[in-house]
């Protein structure tokens, strides 16, 4: 199922680099289509004048009366064929060498006049912990 070409919205444009040949571009797209639907090779098929490779759709789904919303990158906008997207992710995941264990608190961190064993224990816990909240959030 296509989406109606009306309903994407772009509200910011910008050249990111001299080099760029276009501008990449911020999309809103309001639908009551399913998110499995919207990322299917194609939904934006009847948009693709607007579209190129690199821009950025902010999805807000709202089918079935609950909102669902996602962030996509259009991965390719060719002349024909299909308009592809993927989701859009900045984060990546960390490679977690500290050593610590991570746990569902940091704990608080307090040192003498030098750091002991204990202290750098809770530093690599602390470590630990925020590098597996953040490959959680990556995905």
């Not at 109606?4 to 040949?21: D, I, N």
């Not at 307090?110 to 953040?134: E, F, P, V, W």
Request: proline fraction near 1%.
């Amino acid at each position: 199922m296509a989406h109606y070409a009306k309903s994407l919205t772009r509200f910011s444009s910008a050249v990111l680099s001299a080099a760029s040949v276009a501008a990449t571009s911020l999309f809103f797209l309001p639908t009551s289509d399913a998110l499995a639907t919207v990322l299917a090779d194609g939904y934006l098929n009847d948009s693709r004048a607007q579209l190129n490779a690199g821009d950025i759709v902010f999805v807000a789904s709202a089918e079935g009366g609950t909102v669902d919303w996602a962030v996509l990158k259009v991965t390719a906008s060719p002349s024909s064929g299909n308009v592809t997207t993927a989701i859009a992710s900045g984060l990546k995941a960390i490679t977690d060498n500290s050593g610590g264990a991570a746990s569902d608190t940091i704990a608080a961190i307090t040192a003498g006049a030098a750091y002991d064993q204990a202290d750098m224990t809770a530093i690599k816990n602390a470590i630990a912990t925020l590098a597996a909240r953040i490959n959680a959030i990556a995905g």
